[in-house]
């Protein structure tokens, strides 16, 4: 089992940063690749980026490229979410989300077991 904690959303303008943290209890958080996912009002939660335990590999969402970062501090228990050059069309609530599997490079929400309750970025034009 491991619990999830999202922060540093928040509102910023186009063309601004921001860099979301995910906290995770427990000591077996090495164990699990991790996962960014975000979800704007009535559209599907779609995959943003993706890490495996080491930290060695990671993989993005197409629209993302370029722009994000994901990292992770295993001695921190936490994953990160560096989000450069924002748009107005990254606005969403975004989750962290942990994978049973440490080498998962999966995209989809199913891929998932745990989840965080999700923190809100709103990038204005």
């Known amino acids: 089992q491991v619990q999830l904690v999202e922060s540093g959303g928040g509102s910023v303008e186009a063309g601004g940063s921001l860099t979301l943290s995910c906290a995770a209890s427990?000591?077996?958080?090495?164990?699990?690749?991790m996962g960014w996912f975000r979800q704007a009002p009535g559209k599907e939660r779609a995959f943003v980026a993706g890490i495996m335990w080491s930290g060695a590999k990671t993989t993005y969402g197409d629209s993302v490229k370029g722009r994000f970062t994901i990292s992770r501090d295993n001695s921190k228990n936490t994953v990160y979410l560096q989000m450069n050059s924002l748009k107005p069309e990254d606005t969403a609530v975004y989750y962290c989300a942990a994978d049973r599997n440490a080498y998962g490079l999966g995209n989809r929400a199913a891929d998932f077991g745990f989840w965080g309750r999700g923190t809100q970025v709103t990038v204005s034009s």
């Open positions: 427990g000591r077996t958080f090495s164990r699990f690749a």
